[in-house]
């Protein structure tokens, strides 16, 4: 019999089968390491722990203890060393969450510390600091703060104690260029110190601005030749040939057009590129030969500068057949219509029945039909396309414009039929996929939707990775509903809800697929609006780089790049002057990031919103929730319109940039006419008002949105449609639409302007929706 209060025989035994089960962990050797790490005696229980993985590297206690122990002892990256194959294998063991948890405790407890760097409480952390690694931050902290409050002596007194101290690489270099700053010659000796740091890029620069300060161009341009050299990044090499080019502006004008032409050849996205078409013309025109005025000419027009373009090619005298249709075209372009009728005439009769000729009568035709002359359009189109049968490319242009002229006219049935023989002549035509999206829409509105899946699939190959192909696949998978090919429709559905989040039908098809599986009436328009939060927008720190180097795919042991650093460190002067000429997506979203918190929002969409199309990572910097969002929730609430409806239809008009103004008057973020203006001045009884206020406008904008809602009963596409196109037209759309779903009605609004405009502001809607509503 037992004694009372010991243990039964099945309790032992459970006992006993844990701690085989455990091994070691129930051994004295990891029961004294744990002891040791609690009383953060973590030098003593390194070696016992590092015998512990060395017998049995499967121990997750012992693992997880070395790596807090290497955190306190020799810093973030050797822990890292033992925490990555441990959060790999075993991310939701206690242990190790309990780790994880603690070392993103101190990460945040330092990226307060910059954030709001008081002389008092970089004293008080370096007390506590966990190890030198952030010891060493938290100095340099402390350095920086001295000199922003004029504490020169202490400044001066750490400053040299943290350089004979300091083991850790990043200091030693900040350390060092503060003091080649401070005697200026020493600048040079820091690139062959340091020739992998990731700050050569600003050395670089801050060599060359004081050379040509001093008035040493020559030195200066030896140096730029040495920065080309060695720069990898295409983003670099476009700043280091701007600037080339422009010190050799006075000195050497053929090598500086020489630079000038290389830029705008490799670099034609690059947003220079405009501004320096104009200084060539400006500075170098006297030295630009025939073909450079052509080269400027195909520059300028890829950069939708058509008035320049007409001009640079006109500077060429040209004679052929070629060049005579493109400087036509060029000249419509740019609405020089007497100009581009004069050059298509001259063509047509220097070049009879050549493909160009056939080219320039189409436009000629286009322009008829731009003034009204519908009748004599069309009979010009048609005899071009008896003239041209054999000449594809002129035939199927003669055919896109006489269906434009069709759609003009309001006769959908013709339109369609011209459009249909369009692709049946040549399905990879430039104007093929519009026009069989044409045919495929007639079909739709006629319920022939057996028609739609029948077209589409046939030209499946032709609309492939063309900018219309998700469209297609959307309306694919709406036909296949009517159908009752729900599982077709689904597939389509799930494929379009994975893409991108500028893209309306992506978003389109995330809503589909809510209703197809659950259920429920679609939410073409607003949800209700239940708040919102800024997670999508928070600035990340040395918490945000360590919990990424966790979640890596592969592990690496070297330390954070040292630009990235720089604004973990809180010197974002340093890193946007790094970050402007950098093509590395990491290092151009953190300046997006920076760009947004200084209210330069206008700089950040104009800049970022073409990345985000590409590129994801962008989206949250392309559309940031500016600081005037209260008052749009404020003035929204007011009229229970969602907030992320006025942003995204702020976003569309203007931006964000409150002083904004158009060719026609509309004024602001919200783009308010100043004769609408008026009205809703006396509507909301404000005596005075200036429309380049922010939160001024947001409010008289507000409320004309909420006024348009009301003229359409509350149907918000039509609401939105009437902001941009006046009531008029909407009326006219509702009436002839409103039998229509909401996604068919957006689709059949007349005016192509506006039709695009609706698909804008609700995706931009649906993006706002997505990155920060609760």
């Known amino acids: 019999m037992l004694m009372k209060g010991w243990p039964s025989f099945t309790q032992f035994s459970c006992v006993l089968a844990l701690c085989l089960s455990l091994g070691t962990a129930c051994s004295p050797p990891l029961r004294k390491a744990e002891d040791l790490v609690a009383a953060h005696k973590y030098k003593q229980a390194q070696p016992l722990l590092e015998k512990l993985h060395a017998e049995d590297p499967a121990l997750v206690q012992a693992q997880a203890l070395l790596a807090e122990t290497l955190f306190y002892t020799e810093g973030p990256l050797a822990a890292l060393t033992h925490l990555y194959p441990l959060a790999q294998r075993q991310a939701e063991a206690l242990p190790v969450r309990q780790l994880i948890q603690k070392i993103e405790n101190e990460y945040q407890r330092f990226d307060e510390l910059v954030q709001s760097p008081e002389t008092e409480k970089i004293k008080n952390y370096l007390k506590t600091a966990p190890n030198n690694y952030l010891k060493e931050r938290a100095q340099w902290l402390l350095i920086q703060t001295y000199q922003e409050s004029g504490q020169k002596k202490e400044r001066q007194t750490l400053f040299e104690k943290l350089k004979q101290e300091s083991q850790d690489p990043l200091i030693q270099q900040i350390l060092d260029w503060e003091s080649a700053l401070s005697t200026q010659a020493e600048l040079p000796r820091l690139l062959d110190r340091y020739p992998k740091s990731s700050l050569r890029p600003l050395w670089y620069w801050q060599i060359i601005d004081q050379l040509a300060q001093k008035k040493k161009i020559a030195e200066a341009n030896g140096f730029l030749v040495h920065f080309k050299e060695e720069s990898q990044d295409e983003a670099l090499k476009a700043a280091i040939l701007l600037r080339q080019g422009e010190y050799n502006l006075d000195r050497n004008p053929i090598v500086a057009l020489n630079y000038f032409r290389s830029f705008l050849q490799k670099h ?58 493109l400087l036509g075209f060029y000249a419509r372009k740019a609405d020089y219509f007497p100009i581009a009728r004069q050059i298509f005439g001259q063509l047509l009769q220097a070049y009879p029945r050549t493909r160009e000729a056939g080219l320039a009568s189409v436009h000629l035709a286009a322009m008829q039909r731009s003034s009204k002359a519908y009748n004599a359009a069309l009979n010009q189109l048609r005899q071009i396309r008896a003239s041209y049968k054999s000449v594809p490319e002129v035939s199927t242009a003669a055919l896109w414009e006489e269906g434009i002229v069709y759609d003009f006219l309001n006769q959908p049935e013709k339109q369609a039929s011209v459009c249909r023989l369009l692709v049946e002549i040549d399905p990879k035509a430039e104007k093929a996929p519009e026009a069989l999206w044409v045919v495929v829409w007639q079909a739709y509105l006629k319920s022939d939707y057996a028609e739609v899946v029948r077209l589409i699939q046939k030209h499946r190959s032709d609309i492939e990775k063309h900018e219309l192909e998700s469209r297609f696949l959307y309306w694919l998978a709406r036909a296949q509903e009517n159908l009752e090919q729900r599982e077709e429709a689904r597939k389509i559905y799930t494929d379009l809800a994975e893409g991108p989040l500028l893209d309306y039908y992506s978003h389109r098809g995330k809503e589909r697929l809510r209703v197809l599986l659950r259920g429920g009436e679609d939410q073409f328009a607003t949800l209700t609006y239940q708040g919102f939060q800024t997670k999508a927008i928070q600035t990340p720190g040395y918490k945000a780089a360590f919990l990424t180097r966790l979640k890596a795919a592969e592990f690496s042991d070297k330390d954070w790049p040292e630009a990235e650093q720089l604004f973990y460190l809180g010197q974002k002067a340093h890193f946007l002057k790094l970050a402007e000429n950098s093509s590395q997506p990491e290092w151009q979203y953190l300046r997006g990031l920076m760009l947004n918190q200084e209210g330069r929002y206008y700089e950040a969409i104009t800049h970022y919103r073409y990345l985000a199309e590409e590129n994801p990572l962008f989206v949250p910097v392309a559309f940031p929730l500016a600081h005037w969002f209260e008052t749009m929730e404020q003035e929204a609430k007011k009229y229970k319109l969602n907030p992320f409806l006025v942003a995204g239809l702020s976003w569309q008009e203007s931006q964000y940039k409150p002083d904004i103004q158009s060719w026609v008057g509309a004024t602001g973020l919200m783009q308010i006419m100043p004769t609408t203006g008026e009205q809703i001045a006396k509507e909301l009884g404000l005596s005075k008002y200036d429309l380049k206020h922010a939160e001024t406008n947001i409010r008289m904008g507000t409320w004309y949105l909420n006024s348009t809602h009301k003229t359409f009963g509350g149907n918000a596409m039509f609401a939105v449609a009437s902001y941009n196109a006046g009531a008029g037209p909407v009326l006219r759309w509702k009436k002839e639409f409103a039998h229509l779903p909401y996604d068919a009605q957006a689709e059949s609004i007349t005016y192509p302007e506006t039709r695009d405009y609706v698909k804008k502001v609700f995706t931009a809607y649906w993006i706002y929706q997505s990155l920060y509503g609760k």
């Open 268 to 325: 034609p996205k690059h947003p220079a590129g405009r501004e320096l078409i104009y200084t060539i013309r400006e500075k170098l025109g006297k030295y630009l030969s025939s073909g450079d005025h052509a080269f400027l000419a195909q520059a300028a027009f890829e950069r939708y500068m058509y008035q320049t373009a007409v001009g640079e090619l006109q500077a060429t005298d040209p004679r052929s057949k070629e060049d005579l249709y």
